[in-house]
């Protein structure tokens, strides 16, 4: 409960910083606002990061760090918006990432950054759940050369302050986690990455990093995305239910597991918290009736057009740009 109670004071203390963008999100979104000759321009003077999150490597062709390959099943780990910025002829790449080790993450970007210096160019980056977090880790540890390169990051449903589930795994309900822990190695995941999503460690890693996260928040435009289901189809349904009120299967009568998850609680997405998804100074934009997978694969149940949704941050963020 006291990590719960940490994570509450530190968001408080900072909302009022922060605007919420949600309604011109879907202001744009609802238009189907789409960018701009000059826009365009814009971009195609920089360059597009797409860094995905977890288990990307299952979710991408042409990614076989993993022995299991779905991503037929799901168009692909960021497919959708990348072959829509190629068709509009923008420079954008997808980041090569590892479920397995975040330090091989954090290589990558930092290669992907030297080359970008040496073609004298910046990136918007747009990150997914675990990718965020490598890239914000990233950034603290290089600040503040790292920021040279940066012009502009839309960090979609990353668990700043942790994630339910990877809690849930460590404390091994129905022996859950020996069960997980056989398949690992087919998904190229590790014990130490779902360690590092875990609350304790997130929390823990934000307040120690607090004041630098505040003062980057300041200097570069970032916007952070939430995904809010409200009760409609999805197949992270059991986790939104454990992030809803702590159990799968609740009723008004009962529960049908024991008490898997300490708060605080939320109609979020099932896998990240709404607040947890927030950084201090930092614009958001909550979403509704979306969760984790459909922002980012092809899924049932998708209530919202990936490309467009894509464009609509990329504008925006172009905006925030020119305000700093």
Known sequence: MLQTF?????????????KDLSRDFEKKYESQKRLSEDDLKKMRENEIILIPGILSE???????????????????????????LQNLNLPVKRLSTSSFSVEVTKQNIQREMDRLRLENKKAMFVTHSLGGLVLLDYILSSYPQSLDQILGIVFLQSPFYGAPVADVYLRNPYSFRDFATKIFPYINMSDQTVEYLSIKNRTVFMAQHMDLITKIMTEI??????????????????????????????????????????GPYDLSDGMVTVNGS?????????????????????????????ERMTEVFLKMMLEKVVQH
Do not use: W
């Open 58 to 84: 299952v979710l991408i062709e042409s990614d076989r760090n993993a022995r299991i390959d779905l991503s037929f099943l799901f168009n692909d780990y960021f497919g959708l918006q990348l072959k829509h």
């Open 278 to 306: 927030k950084l201090p100074q930092a614009d958001f934009v909550q979403i509704h009736q979306v969760d984790h997978g459909e922002i980012v694969v092809s899924v049932p149940h998708s209530n919202h057009n990936r």
């Open 221 to 262: 435009p970032v916007i952070t995305v939430s995904g809010i289901v409200n009760g409609y189809p999805s197949l992270f349904r059991p986790g939104a239910e454990v992030i809803h009120h702590g159990c799968i299967g609740f009723t008004e009568r009962h529960c049908l597991t024991q008490q898997l998850y300490d």
């Open 6 to 18: 940490v994570v509450m004071i530190i968001l408080f203390s900072f909302s009022a910083f922060s």
